[in-house]
């Protein structure tokens, strides 16, 4: 009797996950509340950061291409990310994002002050950027992997829906707050407000413990280098990974990266303001966006068929940025700015969950690393969106951005029938 018995148990929370009663499960256990709180302190920094850059360096040059290049320069250190893979291997992790954190936070503030004293030029909103890209290739990572060390792993995915879900609420509030602070303050209290923020996630990161790492005990001693080229075979070699990460290089590379840099001159110039008032709340529709999508994926974390939500997600991103393309009006493009967010976040969150379910923790850091590849990789996109915005007009540059995102997941959905299969 003891075997049906046990049987029923594991049905019964096998329907408790499903349900609506299971979507904030993660939330139960302290170590990832802990972090999840870290999660929205860091990401509202973050969003306030990357509008206001924006907008300030448009604000200077008036030059499409220099947006790209300063928003390009926040994201190129994470082409440095497998090697912070490799340190989140080797050492604390935890320890790690304190000293990370804390190194945001002195940045912003050294940053903040200079504009407080009208010293800024344009090479130093370049510097900042990438400086600030260097912590976040550092943070991201670690990050990540911290939440596979925070839950069970039947856990996994709800775990990486709800930071999502975290992230993506800071999306929604922390554009329309930037926004409203350099109308009303300036951008330097912007980035003072980042400052904050990053010193109260060093707070809470301090009592947090790494409760699910799975010790490291198939881990070989052995050399950095070593321990990077072994990531790279493990994902070279393994289907999963290697089409997860590519199914995530597709959108950041030919959708987001050309979303994110051309915003400030589409709203400027095709929606008719150039104030930077609806430029936040375009990004509040891209955080509503990711905020239902995280939403669904944490309601839904039970499903099975993973590999083929994530190939459906990437073709209704590129989808949405072909209508986007369409639209000169601000609340038809806020629409479809929400459903292309939608789309963006199932496919991220998917792709993630299928890294860290079939990857040995030892390796997690690395894996993870290599998974952030794709946003060291979109200032690629990026320039190439500002160039062709330049000549031909945004919505040109996004009809581009669109075709290619939608024509490579069909030929990746054609020629990985494994990967469309994949169910965990």
């Known amino acids: 009797m003891q075997a049906p018995r046990q049987s029923a148990d594991r049905s019964a929370r096998s329907r408790q996950a499903r349900g609506w009663s299971g979507t904030f499960s993660a939330l139960r256990y302290r170590n990832y509340r802990l972090l999840w709180f870290g999660t929205i302190f860091t990401s509202a920094g973050t969003w306030i950061q990357q509008l206001t850059l924006g907008w300030l360096m448009f604000d200077i040059t008036n030059s499409y291409v220099q947006v790209s290049i300063v928003l390009g320069l926040r994201a190129l250190p994470m082409l440095g990310a497998p090697v912070a893979g490799v340190i989140a291997d080797k050492f604390d992790r935890r320890f790690l994002l304190l000293l990370d954190q804390a190194y945001m936070a002195v940045l912003a503030l050294v940053f903040a002050l200079l504009l407080q004293f009208g010293l800024q030029e344009v090479w130093h ?208 493009a806020w629409g479809i700015l929400l459903v292309q967010q939608l789309f963006f976040i199932v496919v991220m969150t998917t792709n993630n969950t299928i890294l860290q379910s079939v990857t040995p923790d030892y390796m997690r850091g690395r894996v993870m690393g290599i998974y952030m590849l794709d946003i060291g990789m979109q200032p690629l996109g990026g320039v190439v969106a500002g160039i062709i915005a330049e000549s031909y007009g945004v919505s040109v540059a996004w009809v581009v951005g669109g075709t290619v995102g939608l024509t490579l997941v069909i030929l990746i959905a054609l020629m990985a029938p494994s990967f469309r299969r994949l169910r965990l």
């Open 125 to 332: 909103l370049h510097a900042f950027s990438f400086l600030s890209g260097v912590g976040w290739a550092i943070n991201n990572p670690l990050r990540q992997t911290l939440v596979g060390n925070s839950v069970p792993r039947e856990r996994l995915m709800n775990a990486i829906a709800l930071n999502s879900m975290a992230f993506n609420s800071m999306r929604m509030i922390g554009p329309g707050i930037a926004g409203g602070m350099i109308a009303l303050l300036g951008p330097e209290v912007n980035f003072l407000l980042q400052a904050v923020l990053y010193g109260v996630v060093v707070l809470l990161v301090l009592p947090y413990r790494a409760e699910f790492a799975e010790g490291r005990e198939g881990r070989k001693v052995q050399s950095p280098f070593a321990d990077l080229r072994e990531g790279l075979a493990y994902v070279a070699r393994e289907s999963a990974p290697r089409y997860a990460i590519i199914l995530s290089l597709v959108p950041t590379l030919t959708l987001m990266a050309f979303i994110q840099t051309q915003m400030p001159g589409y709203v400027a110039e095709d929606l008719g303001d150039p104030n930077g008032g609806l430029l936040g709340f375009m990004y509040v529709g891209m955080g509503v966006g990711g905020f239902v999508g995280a939403v669904f994926v944490a309601r839904f974390h039970a499903v099975e068929h993973k590999g083929l939500l994530s190939l459906v997600g990437v073709a209704g991103a590129a989808i949405a940025v072909l209508a986007l393309s369409q639209v000169g009006v601000w609340w038809q």
